[in-house]
C-alpha cells in the first residue's frame, strides 16, 4: 500500500495535534503534505519542522514573515492568508484533507478539496450544519468520501460496516451532557466561562468545550449526521450518557442495535477515518468493563438547555436555517468567552437571529455567505446593545 498523503487544515488544534500523533506513530502509513493554522505561529513551526510538510500556512498576515525566516533552512514553500488557506488544498500531492480547522472558516476550503477530488476525513462539523446539502451533493458530483471523525459519527459510520443492505430505522447520538448536566436555568444564569469551559470528559477547543456545555455541540451533530446518514430529523435521537463509552448506536429495521464502545480517545476515530476501511494496530488504553459497574443514560433537558432544541428545529426548516443558527452560535460563544454576554444569553442570542435573518427555502453558495454575513452583523448590534 503506498503511503498515503495527508493535509491537515487546522494542524495547531485539538484535533490537529492528535492527528499528527496518529501519523507519528504510523511513518508507514502516512505522510503530512501541507499544514495550516490561524494564529498559533511557534507550534506551526515547530510541527512543520518536525514533520516536514511541503506546504505550510499561516492565516494571519501579520506572522507570515516570521514563519518564513523560521523554516527558511527547509524545503518548505510557506504561504499566508485567507486565499492560501482555501487553495492550498488543491495540490496534487495530497490524497487526503483532514478537516480539523473550527467554525464556518471550514466551509469554503472543504468545497475546494472535493471540487479538487480529494477525500474528507470531516472533523469541522460547521461545514456539513452551515451547507450540508451542497455539499453533499458536491461530493457525490466528484466521487469524493467523507469521512467521519467526530467520535459519534464514526461510531455509527463504524456500525453500518456490513450493512450497506439493510435501512437504518434510527440513530442514537450519545451526549456526555457537559460540565451542567442536570442543573437548572437558576444555576446556569451565574455559571462562569472558567466553569463552561471544564469538560467532563473530553479536552478540546474552546468554542466546542463550550459548545458541549450548553448542548448545541450536540444540535450541530444531530444536523451533521442528517447529512452524512440520509436521514430525516425523526430518525435522530439523542440520549446523555455521562460515562461517554458508547460513542453512539444504530437501530435496524428489525429491531436490532448495534453499539460503538471504547474509552474516550479522539485518535481512534481520528486514525478510522484517515485509513478506512483499515483498523490501525494501537496501544491506547483498553476499556474495562469491570472498571464501568454501570453505564447509565438519562433523557436530555431541551427546556433547560434550549440549543438542542433550536438545533432540531433548524434541521426541520431545512433551507438557511442552520446556516443562521451556526453563525449566531460563534457570535455568542465568542462573546461569552470575552465576558460580554452570560451562559443563558448564549441562547437568546442564536433565537432572536432565526427569528429575524431572512429565511432562504433553496439557498445557494452565495446565500450562506450572505446569511453568514447578515447573522454575525445582527448577533453583534444585539450583544453591543446589552452590554
Ligand atoms: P481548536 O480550537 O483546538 O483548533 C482549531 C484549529 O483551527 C487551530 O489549528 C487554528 O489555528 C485553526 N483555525 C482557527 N480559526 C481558523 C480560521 N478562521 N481559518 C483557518 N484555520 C483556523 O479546535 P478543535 O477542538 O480541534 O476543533 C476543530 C474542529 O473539530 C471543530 O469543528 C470541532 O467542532 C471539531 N471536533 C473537535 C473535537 C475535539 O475533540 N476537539 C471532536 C469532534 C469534532
Ligand atoms: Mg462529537
Known amino acids: 500500500m503506498s503511503i498515503k498523503r495527508i493535509a491537515i487544515l487546522g494542524s495547531t488544534g485539538s484535533i490537529g495535534t492528535q492527528a499528527l500523533d496518529v501519523i507519528e506513530a504510523n511513518p508507514e502509513v502516512f505522510s503530512v503534505e ?72 471550514g466551509l469554503l476550503p472543504t468545497i475546494h478539496a472535493i471540487k479538487a477530488g480529494k477525500n474528507i476525513a470531516l ?4 461545514t456539513l450544519v452551515v451547507a450540508g446539502e451542497l455539499i453533499t451533493n458536491l461530493a457525490r458530483e466528484n466521487n469524493v468520501s467523507i469521512y467521519p471523525v467526530d467520535s459519534e459519527h464514526s461510531a455509527i459510520f463504524q456500525c453500518l460496516v456490513g450493512e450497506e443492505n439493510n435501512a437504518i430505522e434510527k440513530i442514537i447520538l450519545t451526549a456526555s451532557g457537559g460540565p451542567f448536566r442536570g442543573k437548572d ?42 447529512w452524512l446518514f440520509d436521514l430525516a430529523a425523526s430518525q435522530i435521537d439523542v440520549i446523555v450518557h455521562p460515562q461517554s463509552i458508547i460513542h ?38 483498553r476499556f474495562d468493563f469491570a472498571a464501568y459497574p454501570s453505564l447509565t443514560f438519562e433523557k436530555p433537558d431541551l427546556e433547560t438547555f434550549r440549543n438542542l432544541a433550536v438545533a432540531y428545529e433548524a434541521l426541520e426548516k431545512g433551507g438557511n436555517a442552520a446556516c443562521i443558527v451556526n453563525a449566531a452560535n460563534e457570535i455568542a460563544v465568542d462573546a461569552f468567552l470575552t465576558d460580554k454576554i452570560r451562559f443563558l444569553e448564549i441562547s437568546d442570542v442564536i433565537i432572536e437571529c432565526v427569528a429575524k435573518i431572512n429565511y432562504i427555502q433553496n439557498p445557494g453558495y452565495s446565500d450562506y455567505v450572505d446569511t453568514n454575513e447578515a447573522t454575525r452583523r445582527f448577533a453583534l448590534e444585539m450583544i453591543q446593545v446589552k452590554v
Do not use: C
Request: net charge neutral.
Open 34 to 105: 501541507v499544514l495550516t493554522a490561524q494564529n498559533s505561529a511557534d507550534l506551526l513551526i515547530e510541527q512543520a519542522v518536525k514533520f516536514k510538510p511541503k506546504v505550510v500556512v499561516i492565516g494571519n498576515e501579520a506572522l507570515r514573515d516570521k514563519v518564513i525566516s523560521a523554516l527558511a533552512s527547509l524545503p518548505i514553500q510557506v504561504y499566508s492568508g485567507d486565499a492560501a488557506l482555501v487553495s492550498v488544498v488543491e495540490s496534487e500531492e495530497i490524497d487526503m484533507v483532514l478537516t480539523a480547522m473550527v467554525g464556518y472558516a
Open 123 to 126: 472533523a469541522n462539523k460547521e
Open 185 to 226: 436555568r437558576e444555576f446556569l444564569a451565574a455559571v462562569t466561562k472558567q466553569q463552561a469551559l471544564k469538560h467532563p470528559n473530553w479536552s478540546m477547543g474552546a468554542k466546542i468545550t463550550i459548545d458541549s456545555a450548553t448542548l448545541m455541540n450536540k444540535g450541530l451533530e444531530v444536523i451533521e449526521a442528517k
Open 248 to 285: 453512539s448506536m444504530v437501530q435496524f429495521e428489525d429491531g436490532s442495535m448495534k453499539a460503538q464502545m471504547g474509552l474516550p480517545d479522539m485518535k481512534l476515530p481520528i486514525q478510522y477515518a484517515l485509513h478506512y476501511p483499515y483498523r490501525l494496530k494501537s496501544t491506547f488504553p
